[in-house]
């Protein structure tokens, strides 16, 4: 069982999200289509991404908690979980950087207030060897601290090759 409890996915999330919004917010309007961020995907690619796992774990939460575990959609290996990246990407891509940063807020916001109806009981169910709360953890706060590293190091990155 997880140790994973709603208090504490809410504090990490509370804890870890000041940090990933103020790195996104850093990333000037013009280099938000610049490739580099995670292999070749920009800003708005990356954000995708981040927007869907969020979205993800905002669902999965809100389905065990009404006891609906068959709608927790779980990807079959790695293919499934590329195929799954490449779209959100995609649809991250498509929009202007302000939508995509809009939508990064707006996914944060929803999943956090999955867990004020969330149950401490839910969030242990486990679905193929992962609780409900260990997935809710990788698809938003763990999530937004590995892709902030990437931010920062691109960052660096960036500056170092402008100089």
């Known amino acids: 069982m997880s140790t994973e409890s709603v208090a504490h996915l809410k504090s990490r999330m509370d804890a870890v999200w000041p940090e990933f919004r103020s790195l996104v917010g850093s990333v000037p309007q013009d280099e938000m ?28 939460v809100r389905a065990a908690t009404a006891g609906k575990i068959e709608e927790i959609e779980v990807p079959q290996g790695g293919a499934m979980v590329d195929e ?25 916001e929803d999943a956090r207030r999955a867990l004020e109806d969330a149950t401490d009981e839910a969030v242990s169910i486990e679905i193929e060897g992962w609780t409900v709360g260990m997935r809710f953890a990788e698809d938003t706060y763990r999530h937004y601290r590995e892709h902030g590293e990437q931010i920062l190091a691109w960052q660096k990155q960036m500056e170092t090759s402008e100089a």
């Open 33 to 60: 289509e610049t490739p580099g961020v995670l292999d070749d995907w920009c800003m708005k690619e990356l954000l995708g991404h981040v927007n869907f796992w969020a979205q993800k774990g905002a669902r999965d």
């Open 84 to 108: 799954w990246n490449a779209r959100a990407a995609d649809h991250g891509n498509a929009m202007n950087a302000e939508a995509v940063v809009r939508d990064l807020e707006v996914s944060h």
